[in-house]
């Protein structure tokens, strides 16, 4: 079910920045659990981050750890992705996503039931 509408992506060099972004409704920000997927054509969708609402507390990928950061704006209702250093295998389509129904947050796709459309990203080297 796609109710998010992300923005940011685009194309950019090799140890390059991007800056995605996710605004919500304030119910679905209020979910559990937030998170970014990627997936390039091909590949099942993978997650890349992941941030516990209520704790703040977050989660990343072994593959983007010390390069990216999930964040949140409790006054925007909007979930960030920062990415820097980015590299081409970076390159792929950028899914925000929110968990409605679960206290305790993963990164298994089938626990989010709300996604956005996508936002290409391409890093070229």
């Known amino acids: 079910q796609v109710q998010l509408v992300e923005s940011g992506g685009g194309s950019v060099q090799a140890g390059g920045s991007l800056r995605l972004s996710c605004p919500m409704s304030?119910?679905?920000?209020?979910?559990?659990?937030k998170a970014w997927f990627r997936q390039v054509p091909g590949n099942e969708r993978e997650g890349v981050a992941r941030?516990?609402?209520?704790?703040?507390?977050?989660a990343y990928a072994d593959s983007v750890k010390g390069r990216f950061t999930i964040s949140q704006d409790n006054a925007k209702n909007t979930v960030y992705l920062q990415m820097n250093s980015m590299k081409p295998e970076d390159s792929a389509m950028y899914y925000c996503?929110?968990?409605?129904?679960?206290?305790?947050?993963?990164?298994?796709?089938?626990?989010?039931?709300?996604w956005g459309q996508g936002t290409q990203v391409t890093v070229s080297s």
């Open positions: 304030e119910t679905t920000y209020l979910s559990r659990c």
């Open positions: 996503a929110a968990d409605t129904a679960h206290l305790t947050c993963s990164d298994y796709v089938d626990r989010y039931n709300i």
């Open positions: 941030i516990n609402t209520r704790r703040g507390s977050t």
